[in-house]
């Protein structure tokens, strides 16, 4: 079992920069792939950004350029660095871990974190 709890979330002004963390509970966290996602109002959980145990990353089309996944395996911890903040990026964004590759499908993620709401004003 992992728990992973989040943090980072809040307001900020469209241009602006968060950072998020998700500490993991486990002493494997160096063989988990993580994964930030993301749910709208209205609209279904999507990837925003994953990086496996190896480092690689992926990215959603819509935040290429802006958004930095990277992991500290010596504090279990990922972290999704978000510059150039736009409205649309309003979301609540959760934590999620798999012992695969990354995958697009929620399904696939057995580990969830509650979530961390980011609001971006215009």
């Known amino acids: 079992q992992v728990q992973l709890v989040e943090s980072g979330g809040g307001l900020v002004q469209a241009g602006g920069s968060l950072r998020l963390s998700c500490a993991a509970s486990?002493?494997?966290?160096?063989?988990?792939?993580m994964a930030w996602f993301r749910q709208a109002p209205g609209k279904e959980r999507e990837l925003v950004a994953a990086i496996t145990s190896g480092g690689s990353t992926n990215y959603a089309d819509s935040v290429k350029g802006r958004f930095t996944i990277s992991r500290d395996n010596e504090k279990n911890t990922v972290f999704l660095q978000m510059n150039s903040l736009k409205p649309e990026d309003t979301a609540v964004y959760y934590c999620?871990?798999?012992?695969?590759?990354?995958?697009?499908?929620?399904?696939?993620?057995?580990?969830w974190g509650q979530g961390t709401q980011v609001t971006v004003s215009s």
């Open positions: 999620a871990s798999r012992q695969y590759f990354w995958s697009t499908l929620t399904t696939h993620y057995p580990y």
């Open positions: 486990t002493r494997a966290f160096g063989v988990y792939t």
